[in-house]
């Protein structure tokens, strides 16, 4: 069956005056995937269900239930608006976003600019500029920096495929830094497959764990976990292993345009919530000012733009009971790498 994209809406449901504008998801559908948009939302990937093992792969808010998608006037109040600004914690914290052109928020003396939480396009309505059968494209423009980023998003088969072009329209160069900040679900026998050698370093305390971080039923209940390889990270292979589910959620990106990595894991020491997101980068860390500072990062040239691209695929996992294929349970974890 080929992909299809149908816009879902109820005009006897959608909420259109007060505090929720249409919300307007789209849906993108093949045989093995079913994939819902919000691209009044910060073109959020809100949900990414695997038809084949009826697995939903990405983080949703947790007053979200099964059927949600047809009742628009509760997913405006659990999607609810926002604005530039806004503090991210204070949303649904839910599905894939992205992260321009900082994370945390910083200020710049050149150029002169204030960047917000989370970045700028996650709490934008992002233009709808074409959407065909099977994938949508949409746009929106940063606030503080004349830039404009625009993403397509497509179904491959059992992937999702995302598509990226940034541009300057200014007439100077412009610092940008983009983390994708994607939550998928967490699974307490889930194991992160992440690059070798596993050398990373906690950039959230002054923690040391006698554990690997990569297994998950090793954390700590009701905690949070923030680590980066520290520098470039080595190339190689990165996602999640599901063995109760028997699937993998694998991530592919140019390992050499954004060779930062960072892990978010919440065992519900993060309002309560359980996720993990896997977050490549072109600058380290977090924070645009920093990224400078420490000679990452990147510029874009005046009328100059960027391309490149992501893909979440999903597959089987193979008869390895265990699910952890050949990964050395803590034998890479280096301890010495303390923020």
């Known amino acids: 069956m080929d992909g299809k994209k149908e816009r879902m809406t109820n005009?006897?449901?959608?909420?259109?005056?007060g505090a929720y504008p249409p919300l307007e998801p789209f849906l993108l559908e093949n045989e093995d995937l079913r994939l819902v948009l919000l691209p009044n939302r910060g073109f959020k990937l809100a949900s990414l269900f695997d038809k084949a093992k009826g697995v939903e792969c990405l983080f949703r808010p947790s007053a979200f239930e099964e059927g949600d998608w047809g009742r628009l006037g509760k997913l405006g109040e659990i999607y609810r608006p926002r604005k530039i600004g806004d503090d991210f914690s204070h949303h649904d914290r839910s599905g894939l976003d992205d992260c321009i052109p900082t994370i945390d928020p910083c200020r710049l003396q050149d150029p002169p600019l204030e960047t917000f939480d989370h970045g700028e396009v996650w709490s934008q309505a992002w233009q709808v500029v074409e959407a065909g059968k099977g994938e949508v494209t949409c746009r929106v423009e940063l606030a503080s920096m004349p830039l404009t980023l625009e993403r397509m998003v497509s179904l491959q088969g059992r992937g999702v495929r995302l598509d990226y072009r940034l541009t300057n329209h200014g007439d100077r160069a412009y610092p940008w830094l983009w983390t994708l900040h994607g939550l998928l679900r967490f699974s307490q026998d889930g194991v992160l497959v992440l690059p070798e050698p596993f050398s990373v370093k906690n950039v959230q305390n002054e923690e040391v764990w006698d554990f690997d971080p990569r297994i998950l039923s090793y954390l700590w209940d009701n905690h949070t976990y923030k680590f980066y390889y520290e520098g470039k990270a080595p190339k190689g292979p990165t996602g999640v292993l599901y063995p109760e589910a028997g699937l993998a959620v694998q991530l592919h990106y140019d390992q050499d345009l954004f060779p930062y990595l960072g892990v978010w894991i919440t065992t519900g020491g993060y309002m309560g919530e359980k996720n993990l997101a896997i977050e490549p980068s072109n600058g380290y860390y977090d924070r645009l000012d920093r990224a400078l500072e420490n000679g990452t990062g990147d510029w874009l040239e005046a009328g100059r733009e960027m391309t490149w691209q992501v893909e979440?695929?999903?597959?089987?996992?193979?008869?390895?009971?265990?699910?952890?294929?050949?990964?050395k349970e803590g034998s890479l974890y280096d301890q010495s790498k303390r923020k």
């Open 312 to 327: 979440l695929t999903i597959q089987d996992l193979d008869e390895d009971p265990a699910g952890r294929g050949d990964q």
């Open 11 to 17: 005009e006897q449901s959608r909420v259109q005056e």
